[in-house]
């Protein structure tokens, strides 16, 4: 019989895939200005180029490396002889710039950038205005910053509800709610729709000064604008009311958040879990993690962090590594390096320093790295307990990792080690020599 025609003519599936194209190989020369140990040898070699080679990801990659070292007083003189070269710097290295600044507390040197650097290369944009907005407001200068809304049409720049956001945190740190209520209403006059992040910037605002009524009428308002609340508005909702002592109250309007539309979050259990654990009620956070299963959110790390932490606290540190346990097995969620943190302290507050080697290693396992105070208290109790052999295993990642016991600590090993075999006195004494 002969072969379908069909058959016989049909194309390998496999061909007919799409296959992506590999991304292209960087620039040999931008992988040489990368290569370069400093930046200032990476702007010679910039500058001493051929004019061809003077365009926006090679400038670019030079300028940032500048900024991440903090040689900023070496920007505009570079920048002066890129403008003679005619490099076509484009408006987004200019906002990463004056964002560096603004971290680096240089809000004037920000300023120049901006106003002189920004102008003999590209028109302002939008991310450039807000990194200067932003950097402005970072550093203490809010007025500065709000000034700068007038002066943006001159600059070509239409401010959005990003602009007005920034501000509005600014001034919440300041002046409270109420004083940046003002520009709210500056927005509305402006015909700026507010978003979600403004109403809840006022709403975080309320609540931390502690007017929840404040709050809640926020929340009215923005349902009137148009803006749907989300997980984070009533979560700070949650927050205040259980700041308040009304977690009773808090509980309620987390399932009552489906009613009015939005689903609940991780990060709305995560409030309540941790008002519980300020009155180390484990037994409530044990039933808000078992609602996140029925619900299919899936306790995160967070959540078992605070169970913990509420435990270590209550000095079951037995339950603590229990419940570490379950986080992998029962609910497949690893352990970060602050639940490790926070059990292995725990271990360490109850005296149960054996515990406290085991949650040590597992956490050397996957890679993370205790904090300075949890090698001291570890080794210190291990001596203690005459445990001179664990003491020394501590006392040798201590020293891997850089960190040193204190005089104490070492007072407490000597005594126990003393007592132990001649090749611990020696590693101990090798120990204290290199530190």
């Not at 729709?193 to 007017?211: H, I, K, S, Y």
């Not at 969620?333 to 406290?356: E, H, K, M, N």
């Not at 904090?371 to 201590?398: I, P, R, Y």
């Not at 007072?411 to 530190?435: F, H, I, N, Q, W």
């Amino acid at each position: 019989m002969l072969p379908n025609s069909r058959a016989r003519h049909r194309r390998d599936p496999s061909k007919l895939l799409y296959k992506p194209r590999p991304p292209p190989e960087p620039h040999p020369f931008l992988l040489h200005l990368k290569s370069l140990p400093s930046p200032v040898a990476a702007a010679a070699a910039l500058l001493s180029a051929p004019r061809r080679l003077h365009d926006h990801p090679f400038a670019s990659c030079v300028l940032y490396r500048l900024a991440r070292a903090r040689l900023f007083p070496l920007l505009l003189p570079l920048l002066s002889a890129l403008r003679a070269r005619r490099a076509p710097l484009r408006a987004t290295v200019f906002a990463g710039l004056i964002d560096r600044l603004g971290a680096a507390s240089r809000p004037d040197a920000a300023l120049l950038v901006f106003f002189r650097a920004v102008p003999a290369f590209c028109p302002h944009s939008n991310a450039t205005f807000h990194a200067l907005v932003h950097c402005l407001v970072c550093n203490g200068r809010v007025d500065a910053a709000r000034n700068m809304l007038p002066r943006a049409a001159k600059l070509g720049v239409r401010p959005n509800a990003v602009s007005y956001n920034i501000i509005l945190k600014g001034l919440c740190g300041r002046d409270g709610s109420a004083g940046a209520r003002v520009v709210l209403d500056e927005m509305l006059g402006r015909g700026v729709r507010p978003t979600v992040v403004t109403f809840n910037t006022l709403v975080g605002a309320a609540c931390q000064e502690g007017d929840v009524g404040a709050a809640e009428r926020l929340k009215e308002e923005m349902v009137r604008r148009g803006v749907s609340p989300n997980a984070v508005t009533y979560s700070l909702l949650m927050r205040g009311l259980c700041d308040a002592g009304r977690q009773d109250d808090a509980k309620k309007l987390m399932f009552d958040m489906e009613y009015q539309g939005c689903q609940t979050e991780a990060v709305n259990y995560g409030v309540l879990m941790s008002a519980y654990a300020r009155q180390g009620d484990v037994d409530a956070i044990r039933e808000l993690l078992s609602d996140m299963r029925k619900r299919k959110l899936g306790p995160d790390d967070a959540g078992y962090n605070v169970l913990i932490k509420c435990l270590c606290d209550s000095g079951r540190a037995d339950e603590a590594h229990k419940a570490l346990v379950e986080m992998q097995l029962k609910d497949g969620t690893a352990p970060s390096a602050a639940t490790y943190r926070v059990l292995a302290d725990g271990c360490c507050r109850a005296g149960d320093f054996g515990l406290g080697l085991r949650v040590f290693n597992a956490m050397l396992s996957s890679g993370h790295r205790p904090l300075g105070h949890t090698f001291k208290h570890l080794a210190k109790g291990l001596g203690e307990d005459g445990k001179a052999e664990e003491a020394c295993f501590v006392l040798e990642k201590m020293a891997e990792s850089g960190v040193w016991m204190d005089a104490e600590g070492w007072r407490s090993l000597a005594t126990c080690v003393c007592s132990g075999s001649a090749g611990e006195v020696k590693l101990v004494d090798e120990l204290a020599l290199s530190s």
